[in-house]
């Protein structure tokens, strides 16, 4: 099934995943990863009414085509969704995401700081897979470093 962002318009963080976890029903990041989110947050002190959580895809699938999805236009209402919210600031979970992501041109997707709209920019931290933060120390360190400089500024 389709799983439905959650969170309030203009929050102080949207977190941005690849897809719904496998379990999810009718609440986006149920289960394991979605602990593991919060935990995040909390560690972080973003409360839960303070975050907006969505997924690029609307619904978990097996093994994504990454390229199709860009070429569906998925960037697109990523864009458009990230606009219509208005966060503060952006955390990307997922090595698939940043190429959905509109950024400079002579900036390489994976090196993407800021979301490029409209309005300007929003700080955005790409903060690699949920499951290599799970399993190794060292990206959970690096990610924890690197949120310490992105908030510091």
Known sequence: PRVAPRGAAGAE???????????DDDRLLSGPKGAFLDAILRAMA???DAA????????HTLHPDWEEI?????????AHHIDMVG?????????????????EPAQQADNTRIFNHDE???????????ATLLQRKAA??????????????
């Open 70 to 78: 860009g070429r569906a236009g998925y960037a697109k209402l990523l």
């Open 120 to 130: 300007g920019g929003i700080d955005l931290l790409p903060a690699g897979d949920f």
């Open 46 to 48: 973003v409360g839960a």
């Open 87 to 103: 966060p503060k600031r952006i955390i990307c979970f997922g090595r698939n995401i940043l190429s959905h992501i509109p950024h």
């Open 13 to 23: 963080l949207m977190v941005v995943v690849e897809q719904p976890e496998e379990s």
């Open 140 to 153: 959970r360190t690096r990610f924890w470093r690197n949120w310490l400089a992105w908030t510091d500024r």
């Open 52 to 59: 907006y959580l969505a997924a690029l895809l609307p619904r």
